[in-house]
């Protein structure tokens, strides 16, 4: 998709979306073969005050499948033997992911507070109640209204809605009061619901991203476990083939060179099962800090082998998967909120100078008060009303503030253009690495395949004293690194199906 168009869609939605109170509408997902962890909706999530609508895009060909080969890999779970650990599988780290990750659960607790500032917004008008009393005393001189001082001795009391009521004045604290900004009144509610709605689209994009990551995270730990499957059985091929060279050694057909040989390339093939074993547990720690786990406790998957996974099918152009992406994605949802937040902010600067501040006060109780110490009472009721206008600092406190609102307006557009471009580019990219390696997953099958042939023919040839212990030893090599570039290859290919997935603007979810 091309960049004015990508920006054609953007102004679209901001023209037509920034005239309400700020609106949220549930993006659109495809269907999946197991549905996705539930998340804890917030209370703003059924908000009537919902209005903007996200444009919609047809997805029935990016339906996610699974694709189940028979692949050329040793199991985990024949290779590994029996480890301790607590048992996890990939539907199970997501929804831990859902449910426990502190990224995740911060993004909520945004959204929770900007609900309450919307909540707030939405009653700013509405007075507050205050109720109290209050006793004065004097004596001694004093000055009236006119200006004389005299001598005197009174006493006052009052009780009820509101207090400090002395004298003739009304109440210094009224019983019902609301002081308010009109423009604050009309236009704060706006902003702070198109703020809640970019939480909202946020806290969205958050559960996407640590999804992912977890996924990443889940993929990495069991390229942990196949790697150690395939030192494993690469070790007992080495090992083989230094007993062969040993005894051939001892019975004087072989040299004690090739038996050194051999036993330096057991020990190096023992030293890869130990580190794949420090990558099991770096991985697991790793998974157990997006779940939120004790790091301590050993998480094992209960896949047995690594397989390509097909999420998303390509059969669809990248134009089209980059306007579903543009649809999808929940920051770019956010960044329309924001910007139709900083246009409301523009028009309540705009009208501040014509509509006045509000303040309101009335007040209700027992009023007593006397000369000496003679305090005689009755009911009392107070009500005052003011409203004021204010142009601030003569007129340019009123541009500057307006030149601040607009200033932000052209920030938050650069923004949705900048992340309309790295949407665009995530979405291409991807797609041209799940083509690219799954080109290499069949490449790199057939070398396994080769491999296997040679590490056989080799083996066969060095018992029936044909061939030379360093061919073997090559073909061992040459069998490992087939089979770990295999794996490579089908790790890289779900990778980027995952963040191919991701970045089209779909939760992740179990395949």
Request: charged share 20%.
């Amino acid at each position: 998709m091309h960049r004015a168009s990508a920006l054609a869609v953007c102004l679209l939605v901001v023209a037509g979306g920034c005239a309400g109170s700020g609106g949220r509408s549930a993006p659109a997902t495809p269907a999946l073969n197991v549905a996705p962890p539930a998340v804890a909706q917030s209370p703003a999530a059924v908000e009537p005050h919902r209005a903007i609508q996200r444009p919609l895009v047809q997805q029935a060909s990016f339906q996610p499948a699974v694709v189940e080969a028979a692949e050329p890999l040793p199991p985990t779970g024949a290779t590994s033997g029996e480890r301790p650990g607590v048992p996890i599988d990939f539907a199970t780290a997501l929804g831990l992911t859902s449910g426990q990750n502190p990224r995740i659960a911060f993004a909520q607790a945004q959204v929770q507070q900007a609900f309450a500032q919307h909540s707030a917004a939405r009653v700013l008008w509405l007075p507050s109640i205050r109720t109290g009393m209050n006793y004065n005393k004097h004596e001694g001189q004093i000055q009236d209204v006119v200006g004389f001082s005299f001598p005197t001795s009174r006493g006052a009391a009052y009780g009820g809605l509101g207090a400090g009521a002395v004298g003739a004045g009304s109440p210094a604290i009224p019983g019902i009061y609301a002081q308010f900004h009109l423009t604050d009144a009309i236009y704060q509610r706006q902003i702070t619901g198109h703020a809640l709605d970019a939480r909202e689209w946020l806290s969205d994009a958050a559960i996407n991203d640590q999804l992912l990551e977890t996924a990443l995270a889940y993929l990495a730990l069991l390229e942990a476990l196949q790697r150690k499957a395939i030192a494993v059985q690469t070790a007992e091929h080495g090992q083989e083939l230094a007993e062969i060279t040993g005894n051939f050694f001892k019975a004087g057909a072989g040299t004690q060179a090739d038996a050194d040989r051999a036993a330096a390339a057991l020990a190096i093939l023992n030293n890869e099962v130990t580190r794949a074993d420090e990558a099991i547990a770096v991985g697991s720690a790793r998974l157990s800090q997006q779940l939120s786990t004790d790091p301590s406790m050993m998480l094992t998957p209960i896949e047995p082998a690594v397989v390509p996974i097909d999420l998303v099918r390509l059969d669809a152009p990248a134009g089209e998967l980059v306007a579903t992406a543009l649809s999808n994605r929940p920051e770019l949802a956010a960044s329309r909120s924001l910007v139709c937040e900083a246009v409301s902010r523009l028009r309540r600067e705009q009208h501040a100078p014509w509509l006045p501040s509000v303040i309101l006060g009335a007040s209700y109780g027992a009023f007593g008060a006397g000369r000496g110490g003679r305090i005689d009472g009755d009911e009392r009721f107070d009500f005052d009303g003011i409203a004021y206008w204010e142009l601030r600092n003569l007129g340019f406190g009123e541009r500057a503030a307006r030149e601040n609102a607009g200033a932000q307006i052209q920030q938050a557009r650069m923004r949705e253009v900048e992340l309309l471009d790295t949407v665009a580019r995530e979405v291409v990219e991807a797609q041209v690495q799940v083509e690219a390696r799954r080109r290499m997953i069949d490449v790199s099958k057939g070398a396994i395949t080769s491999a296997e042939g040679s590490y056989r023919r080799n083996l066969e040839r060095i018992r029936n004293a044909q061939g030379l212990p360093i061919e073997v030893l090559q073909s061992i090599q040459a069998l490992d690194q087939a089979r770990r570039e295999y794996l490579r290859s089908v790790v890289e290919f779900n990778q980027s199906q995952f963040r191919l997935h991701r970045a089209l603007g779909w939760p992740i979810s179990s395949p």
